[in-house]
């Protein structure tokens, strides 16, 4: 099997000579493996790229890329991983980072899971890993926080650390099959992509916690709008559920709407004609935009997709009017705080889980 660690520079002159001594200690107690290391540098005005050009005097498995100039981490990695798979042929492309704040010792560690793995994470947020404590608070909530906003938003539960930049991808069958063309961020929020791709291929992913060292020499290039750029990514990788939410809120609108107009002709009327206009919007706007690539089409087909939509619906309805009356009754919360929790909490993954479950069942399995 070979390995090729990958590793963007940027202003690295300091560290450089001393990472490719810890690792060409780390690859020789790795055996089986032929081990590589190919540095994509942003044309750093420090002369890194000089300094791993001397190296590969000493070093046949030292490859370096230069850049014309620094376009984002994620830009890098592209660069670097089309390089690795084709011109190296890799089994395993390795993430890392090129600060020391990834242990070189780990990479063995991970490198162990390669027979039964698909996707080898390193992880600060399990038991035995961590970020640095030298951290400011801040830098630690904004590091919690944001891991944390990305695992939900992606629905990622098993997965503890989805922003981390330590990890091992096997290439056959997975990063082979990624267009890097498609790559939807150039910096950081790239790995979110990778991440989000390796789990719906459908890859046998495991965490192994490491030590997120504090930099100790030059200085970060994380961007200050790191945050924006993850949430733009997120959104783009879950347009099914925004669709979803949007097709909802139009739903919303057209029961609000109709609810108004119909009142002069008896309030339960207006309650029942409203909600079914409601249910009849949101099953034709998911059936032509949310859930395209499953469209019901047919007469007999959608009249029964119909009514089981239906069905679903008013399981929503019983639930949240039943939870409502019970917390709004029995507990006391207020009214208003109480319908946007049961709605978001509740229901809306309540109508989630049934449209992709039941409606608009996927056709192929292990495919979205
Ligand atoms: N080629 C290239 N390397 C980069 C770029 N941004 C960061 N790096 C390198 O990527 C690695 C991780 O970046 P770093 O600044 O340490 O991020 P942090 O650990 O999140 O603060 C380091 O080796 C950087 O030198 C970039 O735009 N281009
Ligand atoms: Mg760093």
Do not use: C
């Amino acid at each position: 099997m070979k390995i090729v660690v990958i590793i963007p520079t940027y202003n690295e002159k300091d560290n450089t000579p001393r990472m490719i001594e810890a690792l060409a200690r780390v690859f020789s107690d790795i055996k089986p493996h032929k081990m590589h290391l190919l540095y994509i540098d942003g044309n750093s005005p420090d002369g890194t790229a000089d300094v791993i050009r001397k190296y590969q005097k000493k070093y046949d498995w030292l490859h370096v890329i230069v850049e014309t100039k620094k376009e984002g981490l994620g830009k890098a990695y592209a660069k670097g991983m089309a390089y690795a798979m084709q011109e190296l042929r890799a089994d395993w492309l390795l993430e890392f980072d090129g600060d020391f704040q990834h242990p070189p010792e780990s990479i063995s560690e991970l490198v162990k899971y390669t027979t039964s793995y698909d996707y080898i994470l390193g992880s600060r947020y399990i038991k035995g890993g961590s970020i640095p404590k030298e951290w400011s608070l801040e830098r630690k909530l904004l590091s919690v926080l944001g891991n944390l906003v990305a695992r939900v938003l992606l629905i990622l539960p098993n997965i503890h650390d989805v922003t981390g930049g330590f990890k091992l991808s096997r290439v056959k069958g997975f990063m082979d099959q990624f267009d890097f063309d498609k790559l939807l961020s150039k910096s950081f929020a790239y790995k979110i992509h990778l991440l989000y791709y390796m789990v719906q291929k459908g890859a046998r992913v495991i965490e192994i916690p490491f030590i997120f060292g504090n930099r100790t020499s030059g200085e970060s290039k994380i961007i200050k709008n790191e945050l924006f750029e993850t949430l733009r990514v997120i959104f783009l990788l879950q347009q099914r559920i925004v669709k979803f939410g949007v097709t909802g809120f139009i739903g919303y609108l057209v029961n609000a709407i109709f609810l108004q107009l119909l009142s002069s002709s008896g309030e339960l009327l207006a309650w029942l004609v409203s909600t079914e206009l409601a249910i009849i919007s949101n099953f034709t706007i998911n059936n032509l935009w949310t859930f395209r690539s499953e469209k019901i089409s047919g007469v007999g087909k959608l009249l029964f997709k119909f009514l089981q939509f239906n069905l679903t619906s008013s399981g929503g309805l019983i639930i949240q009017s039943v939870l409502g009356f019970v917390v709004v009754t029995y507990l006391n919360v207020p009214r208003q705080l109480a319908l946007p929790i049961i709605i978001g909490f509740i229901v809306l993954p309540y109508n989630y889980f049934m449209y992709t479950k039941v409606i608009w069942k996927e056709k192929a399995p292990n495919q979205k």
